[in-house]
């Protein structure tokens, strides 16, 4: 299995944060979820990332230059 990125950014001046599992330049469509998430898919629908908008609530520290991050690689058995 090849190597797997996800990138990350955070857009403090739009307050949204976006979640790359792909290369960004294939995004083809984007859907609205109603959670305050857009889905960011390929042209053959599948989803390839998302933003959250409204990410940070009022009065967070805008200034930090990181967030802390919590990464955990679960494993699933094949059917």
């Known amino acids: ?3 797997k990125e ?3 950014y955070f857009d403090p001046q739009g307050n949204t944060l ?3 599992f792909d290369n960004p330049r294939k995004e083809y469509l984007c859907e ?3 959670a305050e998430v857009i889905l ?3 042209k053959k629908g599948k989803v390839i990332g ?3 908008l409204n990410f940070l ?3 967070f520290p805008i200034g ?3 967030f802390p991050v919590k990464t955990e690689i679960l494993q699933t058995k094949a059917a």
């Open 32 to 34: 609205e979820t109603g």
């Open 18 to 20: 976006s979640v790359w």
């Open 6 to 8: 996800i990138k990350i």
């Open 57 to 59: 609530k009022k009065g």
């Open 64 to 66: 930090k230059k990181s």
């Open 50 to 52: 998302f933003e959250k």
């Open 40 to 42: 960011v898919k390929d």
């Open 1 to 3: 299995m090849g190597k």
